[in-house]
Nanobody, 125 residues
Framework: DVQLVESGGGLVQAGGSLRLSCAAS????????MGWFRQTPGKERAGVAY???????TYADSVKGRFTISEDKAKTTLYLQMNSLNPEDTAMYYC???????????????????WGQGTQVTVSS
């Protein structure tokens, strides 16, 4: 199994930045499709950024140009750099992993087997 632990959430003013981290154990990022998802009360968990096992990165239109997904050299930690945050970005953020790509980007939450506990991001206006 893959274990995931997120960190880095918090409260930030509109226009600010945060970087989320997702520490993975049980697999390296070279062997799994990874996704960052976010969820607000009453809504489905939505994908915002993905990293395939080969390193390809995909972004939802709502965050393109503002969020950047990256990894450490050891390929055990995934990051989500979030810039130009606005109140609509307020949500619980989760990282997720699944065995197998083809494709990775754009997959929905039910396609992912492994999940972290989530980290809250709150953007004040």
């Amino acid at each position: 199994d893959v274990q995931l632990v997120e960190s880095g959430g918090g409260l930030v003013q509109a226009g600010g930045s945060l970087r989320l981290s997702c520490a993975a154990s049980g697999a390296t990022l070279s062997s799994v499709c990874m996704g960052w998802f976010r969820q607000t009360p009453g809504k489905e968990r939505a994908g915002v950024a993905y990293r395939s096992s080969g390193g390809s990165k995909t972004y939802a239109d709502s965050v393109k140009g503002r969020f950047t997904i990256s990894e450490d050299k050891a390929k055990t930690t995934l990051y989500l750099q979030m810039n130009s945050l606005n109140p609509e970005d307020t949500a619980m953020y989760y990282c997720a992993a699944r065995w197998g790509d083809y494709p990775c980007g754009g997959r929905r939450a039910p396609d992912f087997r492994f999940w972290g506990q989530g980290t809250q991001v709150t953007v004040s206006s």
